[in-house]
C-alpha cells in the first residue's frame, strides 16, 4: 500500500472523537486513528493535523456569551484535544509536536509556518491547535488557511458523517450524498459540511479537500491512499 500524497493536513472532528458517548475523548476511537496515523507516517507521509473541539465546548453553546469570548473557550477545547493526540501518538514512537495560534509556552510552541516545515523535514506529526487564533473563524476555516500555508497536497476531512449531502441525512433520510462537487456549488448552496470561507480559501489556492466518515474502517489510509471514499471538493465539475 502506498500514499497518493506526500503532505496532508487531516481535520479531525471533536465529535467523531467523542465516540458514541458524544462528549471527551473515546480511548476506543483514539487508538484507530492513532493505529492510522502511524500507518500514514511509516509510509514517509507528512502529517499535519486540525482537531475541533465540539467534544469539549462549541463557541455556539455559549447562547448569552459574547461571541469573542466563547470562541475563545473553543479554542482552548482544540488544545485538549491536541495534548491527547500528541500523547498517544508519542506512546506509539511518533514524534509529534503541537503549535498553538494563541501563546501558550508551557504546553506547546507557538504557530510559526517555518517552523512546522521543519518539523515535517525532521519527520514529525503537528497538531496545530487553537484554530486561526481569532474569533468568528471555524476550525474548519483553520484547517484551510493551514493546508495553504504548508501546501499540503490535500486536505483530507474525518467527520462523524460520511460524505457531504445536499441537506442534513438525519433529519432528510432522502438526502442526496455528492462523490463529487465543486467549490462554487459548496458556496452557492450554502453546504453547511464545510463553512463557506474555508471552501474559498481552498478554490482560490487550489487545494483539494476530500470530507469522509471516520468512523469507517481505515478510512484516513484509504483515502490518502487514493481509494474513492465520502465526497471530493475541488474546482472539477459537480457530478
Not at 492510522?36 to 509510509?43: D, S
Not at 469573542?68 to 488544545?79: I, K, Q, R, S
Request: proline fraction near 3%; charge should be neutral.
Amino acid at each position: 500500500m502506498q500514499s497518493k500524497y506526500k503532505r496532508v493536513l487531516i481535520k479531525l472532528s471533536g465529535e467523531a472523537l467523542a465516540g458514541p458517548s458524544g462528549h471527551g475523548v473515546d480511548e476506543e476511537v483514539m487508538a484507530k486513528v492513532v493505529e492510522q496515523i502511524v500507518t500514514l507516517k511509516n509510509m514517509g507521509v507528512q502529517i499535519a493535523l486540525v482537531i475541533g473541539g465540539g467534544n469539549f465546548w462549541r463557541g455556539r453553546q455559549g447562547k448569552s456569551m459574547d461571541r469573542a469570548v466563547a470562541d475563545h473557550m473553543g479554542m482552548l477545547a482544540t488544545v485538549m484535544n491536541a495534548l491527547a493526540m500528541m500523547d498517544a501518538l508519542e506512546r506509539h514512537g511518533i514524534p509529534t509536536r503541537v503549535q498553538t495560534a494563541l501563546i501558550m509556552t508551557s504546553v506547546a510552541e507557538p504557530y510559526i509556518l517555518r517552523k512546522a516545515l521543519s518539523h515535517f523535514e525532521h519527520g514529525r506529526v503537528v497538531i496545530m491547535a487553537c484554530g486561526t487564533g481569532n474569533p468568528y473563524c471555524s476550525t474548519d476555516t483553520a484547517a484551510a488557511q493551514r493546508a495553504c500555508e504548508i501546501q499540503a497536497d490535500v486536505l483530507m476531512m474525518a467527520k462523524n458523517i460520511d460524505g457531504i449531502y445536499d441537506s442534513d441525512p438525519k433529519l432528510n433520510p432522502n438526502a442526496k450524498k455528492y462523490d463529487h462537487i465543486n467549490y462554487l456549488d459548496i458556496i452557492k448552496n450554502g453546504i453547511k459540511a464545510m463553512d463557506a470561507t474555508a471552501a474559498t480559501m481552498c478554490m482560490e489556492n487550489n487545494v483539494p479537500v476530500i470530507a469522509f466518515g471516520l468512523d469507517e474502517p481505515n478510512s484516513i489510509v484509504r483515502v490518502a491512499c487514493g481509494e474513492k471514499l465520502g465526497t471530493i471538493i475541488d474546482n472539477g465539475e459537480t457530478a
